[in-house]
Structure formats: C-alpha cells, structure tokens
C-alpha cells in the first residue's frame, strides 16, 4: 500500500476506536454516524483546525511540525508503539528525511553474535531480523522452537510459522495473541523500512495465504515486543509458561536476542531442565536437535549443539 494509504487507515482506525467519554468529550443524544470520534473533535484535541486535521488524515504528513505531531499523538491518545509508528511515516512524508532502505534485512548473525548464544548455556536463547526470520539459536532455543525448526514451512520466520503452519494452533497456547502480537510488529517494520522489498514480499505472502493475518493486517494495530511471558505446548515436555526478554543488538542492523527464562522452581523451570537433556541426547532422539559442532541446516539457521 502506499504512504499516503497507509496514513489515512492508520489515523482513520485510530479515531474510530477512541469514544468521545474516554476522550472525555460530552456525548450529546442521538444517534452518531461515525464509529469513535468526529473529525472535528480530533481537531479540536489536537488544538488545530478542521481543515489541517482533515488534510493529516487524507495521508498528507508532508511538512507536519513535531509539535503538530505530538498533538495529534495526545489527542488519539497513541500509545509507544503507536506514537513512534506516526513518527515513522512522518518520516517517510519528509523526502530526505529517511531514505527508503533497498537492501533486505540481515540474513545471517555475525560469528561473535553465535559465541554470545553459544555461552548462553541454561536458557532457550536465539536471534532473528526485522522480517522475523530465525538466524541463529543455541541448542536449548532450538529444542524449545523444536515444532518451528522442523516445519515444512521455509524459510524459518515465526510469522509464517504461526500463520501457515497448523502446528503453531498446539504450539502458541495463546495463539490469538501470538498473532496479534507478531502482525503489530511487522506493521512497525514496514512503516520503519518501506524499501525493504523482502519483508513486502512477505506480507504480501501472508496476506493472500491466511486470512488470520489479513484481517489483521487491515486494523493497522501496532505492538512493541519487548518483554513478557510465553504460553508454550512443547511436544515433548508438555506446558511451559515462560518469561522472555527481547534486545537489539548494538551495532547489528535489525537484529533481535530473545532470552527465555521460567520462575526457579517452577513446572516450567523443571520442563526446561528436561528439555535441555532431552536436546543433549542427540540425533538419536526422534525430532531431536542434533549434537555435535555448529551446523547449518537447509533453511541457513546456525545453530549451536
């Protein structure tokens, strides 16, 4: 879609969902013909005329002050992700201001980025870039992601795991939110990297091959991942309830480390222990990871064994 499509939806449903009482505005009698708020009373927030709301919302951010900007944010009461997504396509009106980048995201980790994963001896740990394609894990990550690394599905993207593989439905035992969650952030990265012609061409793919995530796709929702809990059917440890931290890589373009952890003492905590001497036992395990030194499978993941 283009910018300007982009920015009119993502204000439109934006406004649509805000009520004039959490708004706190007086909600007069009768029947309003609009979901959420008028465009006046956007405006009217945002201390700016109709005219100039109206022009923001027909997708023309071109020339539009941070003050004006931040207005708006208050006045649809954005939340970070949201807020930081209006910047982006602010960004992306501003020629010159941020270069649509032409060049896909990383396909592969630095050797120092594997050490790190490597050391990374008591926790599922793994790396994956903007497109959310899986690079590299250590062996515990890829025990815990065992129905993922195994999926027909290639290559190896949790986005297309979780929405064309069935067996993301017993894995995710909160799926719906798994799904909400990941649309939200591949909505971030496109406002961030328009250009990226891999991570459009993967949209474009989930969108006509699922219609979970193009319904999805069209409420332009956007979400941060950065910490939480995971909710995990494993198919050979059974539930885990996890914790997971998500960090950029300094100096390493779109690259993300996700760290799982289970509370001491926990069944999760116990689950993991068996997952990790389950991992250990090798090739011989059916749907085992496989031991030995660093291997590269077909889909290009490196992992550690």
Partial sequence: MS?????????????????????????????RRVPGLRREEVAMLAGMSVDYYIRLERGNL????????EALARALQLDEAEHDHLLDLARRADVGTRPPRSTSSARC???????????ITDAPAWVRNARHDVLAANALGHALYAPLMESPVRPLNTAR?????????????DWERSADDVTGMLRIEAGRHPGDRDLSDL???????STEFSVRWARHDVRF????????????VGDLDLDYLAMD????DDLRLLVYTAAPGSPSADGLRVLAAWAARGPETAGGPTAGAQASGPSGITMSK
């Fill in 3 to 31: 910018l300007q499509s982009d920015v009119r939806d993502f204000l439109t449903s934006r406004r649509a969902r805000l009520t004039p009482d959490r708004a706190g505005l007086p909600a007069y009698g009768g029947h």
């Fill in 62 to 69: 071109s020339g539009a002050s941070g003050s004006v900007l």
């Fill in 109 to 119: 980790v630095p050797a120092v980025v594997q050490q790190v994963l490597d050391a």
């Fill in 225 to 236: 991942h950065r910490a939480g809990s995971k909710r995990l059917h494993h198919p050979v």
């Fill in 161 to 173: 795991f979780l929405f064309l593989d069935p067996a993301s439905r017993t894995f995710f035992r």
């Fill in 249 to 252: 890589l300094a100096e390493q």
């Fill in 203 to 209: 949209i474009g793919e989930l969108s006509t091959r």
